[in-house]
């Protein structure tokens, strides 16, 4: 079963605008992780954020998160129809090592 | 540096027969996971493998079994194949808890 939930599912924005991805979980987590996906292929690793980490800048992407709140959210600034694709976010556990993932958010840049 | 791979890229069977796929991790990388990625939903953990033993498992039947070697390469079995195993599985390595990096996937499809 998927323990987080990607808002929103899909989102359709102009090349420039920036592009806000929230994600929640629900058991407690050691890190948590956004991938991005091109069409049914393989996940690409974006950023991680530890879970005593409040918040994370790489290059145009910022990330945040919230463990009081169970949330994250994934921030794209100045978009380009090259970031179209789909993004997931995916918790990996204190108690395991598994990743469990969202159902992602479905990002369209539009030229 | 080689990334993670994956064999084949795609695969078509037959209800009722078995598959195997392949994978070989990131250099430098001991842990080993798999993934089943249905069309339009996020990845769904099968199961991980480390020092040759399976380290935690998903919600998934005893068909799906898999194997990992000294080298750290992996195999992903599955038996007895139904129409709903159609799906991109990915293979996802790392050392310990870190980044995942994920390889391009094994496109599977049961007629």
């Known amino acids: 079963s998927q323990q987080g939930e990607e808002d929103p599912q899909a989102l359709s924005i102009q ?22 996906q091109n069409s049914g ?11 005593n980490e409040r918040e994370k800048h790489s290059g145009r992407l910022r990330v945040t998160l919230d463990t009081s709140k ?3 959210s994934l921030l ?30 479905q990002l369209t840049v539009n030229p | ?22 994978c070989s991790p990131k250099s430098g990388h001991d842990t080993v996971s798999w993934y089943q990625q249905a069309l339009g939903q996020g990845p769904q953990f099968i199961f991980q493998y480390y020092e040759e033993e399976e380290r935690q498992r998903g919600n998934f039947p005893d068909r799906f079994s898999g194997h990992q070697f000294p080298n750290y390469s992996s195999e992903l079995n599955v038996n007895a194949l139904l129409l709903g195993d159609s799906a991109l599985y990915l293979c996802a ?12 996937g094994t496109r599977l499809t049961v007629v």
């Open chain 1, 15 to 36: 090349e420039g605008e920036n592009a806000t991805m929230n994600c929640s979980y629900k058991t407690s987590i050691n890190n948590l992780q956004w991938y991005r």
């Open chain 1, 41 to 51: 292929r393989g996940l690409v690793h974006l950023i991680l954020i530890r879970s």
């Open chain 1, 70 to 72: 169970k949330s994250s």
């Open chain 1, 76 to 105: 794209i600034t100045a978009s380009r129809a090259a970031d179209t694709a789909s993004y997931f976010c995916a918790t990996r556990e204190t108690s395991g090592s598994r990743l469990t993932f969202g159902e992602g958010t």
């Open chain 2, 1 to 22: 540096d080689a990334g993670v791979t994956q064999s084949p890229t795609h695969l078509i069977k037959t209800r009722g027969q078995q598959v195997t796929l392949r």
């Open chain 2, 93 to 104: 390595s790392s050392l310990n808890f870190g980044k995942a990096f994920f390889g391009q």
